[in-house]
């Protein structure tokens, strides 16, 4: 099948991210659309007379939906949504609105019933949030944090280009997605019976921040909706290393299995 397909990126991510993944989409007759999330079509931070927007510290996860769900219902048809890491919880916080046929998500972001801390992940934002007041001040990964986690098994080079295009990103979202039981929005949570759209989890083998395990203990809370497939040697950035072709690949092929998973 082909249809429209919405991506949403991840922490201090642009529409950029998504690239490789669009064109690919697109070569197969699919429409694509790729919103920036709410402050992140600001500069990179190697543009000296601006720093992020000061409302970016306090936006919520519940913000960056509510402005999608908005996105997404001027749209000619209901869209597939493929959400990386943060944009996958993101996609599965609007599959619970019942505003997608169908959600791909990579390497995703957990809802609150899934205990995410790792050792790997609270190294990646030890110096985050160790840093006081961390939960409503903009932050941004340093590029030994990102080589170290992010990109892990990309290429180096290319890692540093995509570090410099980072912007920053929301305290208060990351508060809500790493401390989920002491938000009282409870942003985070999803309900898995208001999903009943057809759900693909993509995990990666050496996945820093979202390791497989989270991944495939959030695909068992959506167990009657959701596949579940892992990538070996893969790593967090699914939308342009080495071998992301072949997740694209698995991707579009399990959606164009969409109307007979929507007869079931």
């Keep these: 099948m082909a249809g429209m397909a919405v991506f949403i990126h991840g922490m201090w991510g642009t529409p950029d991210v998504w690239r490789n993944w669009r064109a690919f989409a697109e070569a197969r007759g699919w429409q694509t659309v790729a919103p920036a999330l709410r402050h992140h079509d600001a500069p990179p931070p190697d543009v000296p007379e601006q720093g992020p927007p000061a409302a970016l510290a306090t936006t919520s996860l519940l913000d960056y939906a509510a402005d999608l769900e908005a996105h997404l219902r001027t749209l000619p048809e209901k869209p597939v949504i ?24 990579l390497t995703p972001a ?125 790593g967090h950035w699914v939308p342009g290393q080495p071998g992301w072709e072949q997740i694209a690949t698995d991707a579009f092929a399990w959606l164009d299995d969409l109307p007979a998973m929507e007869q079931r």
């Design 82 to 105: 493929v959400g990386h890491s943060m944009g996958g919880l993101i996609a599965l916080l609007l599959c619970a609105r019942g505003l997608a046929r169908a959600g791909v998500l």
């Design 110 to 234: 957990p809802p609150a019933s899934v205990v995410a801390l790792r050792p790997s992940n609270l190294l990646a934002f030890l110096r985050i949030q160790t840093t006081w007041g961390w939960w409503h001040k903009p932050h941004r990964a340093t590029l030994d944090e990102a080589l170290s986690h992010t990109f892990n098994t990309t290429d180096p080079n290319e890692a540093r280009e995509l570090h410099a295009a980072f912007v920053h990103d929301s305290g208060r979202a990351l508060f809500e997605m790493a401390l989920p039981w002491l938000d009282r929005g409870k942003a985070a949570t999803v309900d898995p019976r208001h999903v009943t759209v057809p759900l693909l989890f993509m995990a990666a083998e050496k996945d820093k921040l979202t390791p497989p395990g989270v991944v495939r203990r959030a695909a068992a809370r959506f167990a009657s909706v959701a596949t579940y497939r892992e990538y070996v040697g893969q």
